[in-house]
């Protein structure tokens, strides 16, 4: 990458991370500014595609408000159970497969009345599959799936009723 290309991807995060606040309607903690900036590293806006790209800071907000979770849990012992698995990493284990799964409704192309409606519904799957997976003994990643699932299921209500 060159500096130009670089010059252009600060001013993409700084533009983020400023719609997000604006969201949020205050300024965001240091951490959740990473998480942020971190979420729109991995998260690109070409890859929702253009049924999903209003909802682009919305969603970062959603994702990076996990993975400021997950880092705050990390950085604690408390976190960690008997066996000395922090719990943290159920949570960004949870988000990196609701990302993934975002990633990849949004490359099939959403149709432009429902893209949010389709991914949660598609996180319906990843709940399930989850709930009746081993490795998640305390329920932290299920409760971060069930999270993100509320969380854009609210956005397309939002964005439903703002249509209507």
């Known amino acids: 990458m060159g500096w130009i290309d670089r010059m252009f991807e600060k001013r993409r995060l700084r533009s983020i991370v400023k719609a997000v606040a604006a969201l949020r309607g205050e300024a965001l903690s240091l951490a959740l500014e990473s998480a942020v900036v971190d979420t729109a590293r991995a998260l690109k806006p070409d890859a929702l595609g253009p049924g999903l790209r209003s909802a682009y800071p919305a969603l970062v907000l959603v994702l990076a408000r996990q993975l400021a979770d997950a ?38 192309r959403p149709a432009p009345r429902r893209p949010l409606s389709d991914i949660a519904e598609a996180l319906e799957g990843l709940i399930a599959a989850r709930r009746n997976a081993p490795g998640d003994p305390d329920g932290y990643g299920l409760g971060t799936l069930r999270e993100i699932q509320r969380d854009i299921a609210q956005l397309a209500l939002a964005e439903s009723v703002a249509r209507n």
């Not at 960690?80 to 099939?108: F, P, Y």
């Open 71 to 108: 880092n705050a849990r990390l950085a604690s012992s408390h976190w960690s159970s008997g066996g000395g698995r922090n719990v943290g990493m159920d949570v960004l284990e949870a988000r990196g497969r609701a990302q993934a799964l975002l990633i990849a409704v949004g490359a099939r």
